[in-house]
């Protein structure tokens, strides 16, 4: 249900009582209140990529339960207010951290900041004496162990309220995520486990917990004897699969008071699958409904420095052929061990399993295998994401300024086009990245390397809006090595790997012959312009023959 003006839309603020008192646009999302107190878990661990609205709906249980105000009034109108839970509203003591930007080198501080401060605010105005005093001074005075924070946190609450307290822990996981490969890593994780293990569990003093991030870390024992944690993560959540993103049925009542293009809207922000369903990107659709235009809005973050970190040839080629709308069967390991993603030692099942936990790709179906063989079907699901691929590979791939953004603005000109090309081939690739693999026939080998690279140059390049980039299709009476389409005209791409540098133009020749001989192209738009480019590359050399 939508509450508030839809054309008042707070995108900076994820504070769900200003969002309510000023009468802001609200997807009401009260139901997530009711999945959490009615399951049996003490202990919930949500994890979701980014702008799905986690923070807000944290924000929103806090005020839910919590006994500091009666905020009663927020929740007019909004489903829980007919829930069976209702009479929990502002019941109990509630603890609410916030780990999104602790930072390695003052976690701890910012942590015991955090619990003196929920400290003084549950004993103001209280004259402090006998067992509650000494637990307030053991908080505030650093006797007390800090990984023991929540336990005498809790402690303290049940102390003067005789209540247990309620625990929310938002983006659990960032810190290690952004300290993955850093010598604290350790220190932070071990810290992090005993802080999590004091907390939660057989605390006495707990009622529920809730902890949100991006990825189920779950190698590393931080949740080591948690008995009483319960996962919902994208591949086997069944309880809070439409709390978080916008449903379909959401984006209907959405799209009668906005009136947009469902088809348009479900291309762009659709797909990322949480057990099976598709949801909508939240921040997205809601830029979208405020601005009026579709952008990409996934911006570098550090996962994306994480991925780039675990490329090879073969996960860029992948890319590669995912960036052409591909299905990739994969294996993928629900859980992840941030310890253990490193270059050397990264297996694929772990890190397609990170692309799928982060929102970079989706899981469509599973394969009929055995499970210890299981495959999925992974794709990138809409068109944000694929220009969110689009400018990784370019900040990635071609790290130096190169003309690819202007790749395009000589192909009726041969000797500009091979200028353009070397330069990007001079500035970016390796001499070794054109080596002959093992057990591969040389030209073949050589030939499918320069193809992957012309592909994944095409797919990076910004200005291709028209079609996304395409191999090895049947055309004619053969099949193209790359095709793209641009608005003012079609562009086929034949590679040759030549034997010795001499060759290079003869080659390059060669290929253009084949284009026409094999008429690739013949089904295609004839009133549309048609550039045949003949392209032949020796080392880091190339060679092209362009024909319109």
């Not at 929920?118 to 004993?123: G, I, K």
């Not at 996962?303 to 675990?310: F, N, Q, R, T």
Request: glycine share 6%; proline share 2%; aromatic share 12%.
């Amino acid at each position: 249900m939508v509450i508030g003006n839809i054309q008042k839309i707070n995108l900076g603020t994820s504070s769900f009582e200003r969002i309510i008192t000023d009468g802001s646009f609200y997807v009401d999302k009260t139901r997530l209140i009711e999945n959490f107190l009615n399951d049996n878990s003490d202990v919930h661990l949500v994890t979701r990529h980014r702008r799905l609205g986690k923070s807000l709906n944290m924000s929103m249980l806090r005020h839910f339960l919590t006994d500091a105000a009666d905020y009663r009034h927020l929740f007019k109108g909004l489903y829980v207010e007919g829930s069976s839970v209702w009479g929990k509203a502002n019941s109990a003591p509630v603890f609410n951290f916030e780990f999104k930007n602790l930072s390695a080198e003052d976690y701890k501080g910012q942590i015991r900041q955090s619990i003196e401060k929920h400290a003084y605010s549950l004993c103001k105005s209280k004259n402090l004496d006998g067992y509650a005093k000494r637990c307030f001074d053991r908080l505030v005075d650093g006797t007390a162990a800090l990984s023991d924070g929540l336990q005498q946190l809790t402690e303290l609450a049940h102390e003067l309220t005789g209540k247990r307290s309620y625990i929310l822990i938002d983006e659990y996981d960032k810190i290690l995520m952004d300290n993955h490969n850093s010598p604290q890593y350790e220190e932070i994780r071990n810290f992090l486990t005993l802080f999590f293990s004091a907390g939660v569990k057989g605390n006495e003093f707990l009622e529920k917990a809730l902890l949100t991030g991006v990825m189920r870390i779950s190698r590393e024992s931080l949740f080591s004897g948690l008995n009483n944690i319960e996962v919902f993560d994208v591949f086997d959540d069944n309880l809070y699969t439409d709390d978080y993103g916008f449903t379909e049925m959401e984006i209907d009542e959405l799209q009668a008071l906005a009136d947009f293009d469902k088809a348009e809207l479900k291309d762009w922000y659709n797909g990322i699958l949480v057990n099976g369903h598709a949801i909508y990107n939240t921040y997205s659709v809601a830029t979208f409904l405020k601005r009026g235009g579709y952008e990409c809005h996934w911006t570098r973050s550090g996962v994306m420095d994480i991925i780039a970190e675990l490329l090879n040839e073969e996960r860029m080629e992948t890319l590669a052929r995912l960036l052409d709308g591909e299905r990739i069967l994969q294996s993928v390991d629900k859980r992840i061990s941030l310890k253990g993603l490193s270059p050397e030692y990264t297996l694929d099942r772990d890190f397609y399993s990170l692309l799928v936990q982060a929102g970079y790709l989706a899981v469509e179906t599973e394969s009929a295998e055995s499970p210890e063989n299981a495959l999925v079907a992974l794709t990138i699901p809409n068109k944000e994401l694929m220009l969110a691929w689009k400018d990784f590979i370019l900040k990635y791939a071609f790290k130096e300024a190169t003309p690819i953004l202007n790749i395009f603005r000589n192909s009726h000109n041969a000797e500009k086009f091979a200028e353009d090309l070397q330069d990007i081939l001079d500035n970016r690739m390796s001499y070794h990245d054109f080596l002959k693999p093992r057990d591969e026939p040389t030209k073949k080998a050589l030939e499918r390397t320069y193809q992957q690279f012309m592909l994944i140059l095409l797919c990076a390049y910004g200005d291709s809006k028209k079609c996304y980039p395409t191999s090895n299709r049947e055309s004619g009476d053969g099949r193209y090595d790359v095709f793209i389409e641009r608005k003012e005209a079609y562009y086929i791409f034949e590679l040759k790997s030549s034997e010795k540098a001499e060759d290079l133009a003869d080659d390059a020749a060669a290929a253009l012959r084949q284009i026409n001989e094999k008429r690739y192209g013949v089904e295609l738009d004839e009133n549309k312009r048609l550039v045949r480019i003949g392209l032949a590359f020796f080392g880091k050399q190339c060679a092209v023959v362009c024909e319109v």
